[in-house]
T-cell receptor
C-alpha cells in the first residue's frame, strides 16, 4: 500500500539555525499539508499546498516558515531562525482530492527538537 | 475558532469495549474522522462519519454522532492488545480543506 514517508525521523538543532523537513507524497496525490503537534497539545494545521503554491496557512505559519516542491517529488518544510517553541512533531499529509471529504494520508512525522 | 477536545488517556482490559469520546464546537462540520496512530507510524484513517448521520458501524468499530451536543464517540468492541494506540478525533468544516484535530487519546489495553 502506498504511504507517505518523512525524513529525518528526528532532528535536533540549535536555536537560530535553519531546518528542512522532507516528505515524499503518495505519487498520484496533488494536495499536500503540514501539521505539527507540540507535546501534549493538539495536532495543528500549518499549511496546505497545491499546484506549486500555498492554498491556505494558519497563524502559526509565519515568515520563518516556507514550503516548496523543489524537484516535483519531495515536499519540504523549511523553518528559518528556529525558536525553542518550534520543538514539536511535524506531520506531512497528502490527499488526492480536496473538498468536504478528502482522505488525508499522513507520514510518521519528524520530531524536531530545538535547543 | 474550531475546538476539538478529547481526554488524554483510557485503559481497558482485553476483551472489553472501549469508548473514546470527543467534543467539538464548530456547527459547520461536514465530516468527522477517527485516526489511529501506532508507535513510529503516521496517523491512519480508521473511519469517518458525515455530519448528517448519527451512527456508522464498521466491524468492531461503531461511531456515534450527537450533532445537537457536538459529541462524537468511537466504540471498539472486543478490544485487543493490537488496538493499543493513540486515537485522534478530527473534523473538516465548510470552506476549509485542512483538518482540525484533538490532542489524541492514548488507549492502553491491559492483557
Amino acid at each position: 500500500e502506498p504511504e507517505v514517508t518523512q525524513t529525518p525521523s528526528h532532528q535536533v538543532t540549535q536555536m537560530g539555525q535553519e531546518v528542512i523537513l522532507r516528505c515524499v507524497p503518495i505519487s498520484n496525490h496533488l494536495y499536500f499539508y503540514w501539521y505539527r503537534q507540540i507535546l501534549g497539545q493538539k495536532v495543528e494545521f500549518l499549511v496546505s499546498f497545491y499546484n506549486n503554491e500555498i492554498s491556505e496557512k494558519s497563524e502559526i505559519f509565519d515568515d520563518r516558515f516556507s514550503v516548496e516542491r523543489p524537484d516535483g517529488s519531495n515536499f519540504t518544510l523549511k523553518i528559518r531562525s528556529t525558536k525553542l517553541e518550534d520543538s514539536a512533531m511535524y506531520f506531512c499529509a497528502t490527499s488526492r482530492d480536496r473538498g468536504s471529504y478528502n482522505e488525508q494520508f499522513f507520514g510518521p512525522g519528524t520530531r524536531l527538537t530545538v535547543l | 475558532g474550531e475546538d476539538v477536545e478529547q481526554s488524554l488517556f483510557l485503559s481497558v482490559r482485553e476483551g472489553d469495549s472501549s469508548v473514546i469520546n470527543c467534543t467539538y464546537t464548530d456547527s459547520s462540520s461536514t465530516y468527522l474522522y477517527w485516526y489511529k496512530q501506532e508507535p513510529g507510524a503516521g496517523l491512519q484513517l480508521l473511519t469517518y462519519i458525515f455530519s448528517n448521520m448519527d451512527m456508522k458501524q464498521d466491524q468492531r468499530l461503531t461511531v456515534l454522532l450527537n450533532k445537537k451536543d457536538k459529541h462524537l464517540s468511537l466504540r471498539i468492541a472486543d478490544t485487543q492488545t493490537g488496538d493499543s494506540a493513540i486515537y485522534f478525533c478530527a473534523e473538516s468544516i465548510t470552506g476549509a480543506n485542512n483538518l482540525f484535530f484533538g490532542t489524541g487519546t492514548r488507549l492502553t489495553v491491559i492483557p
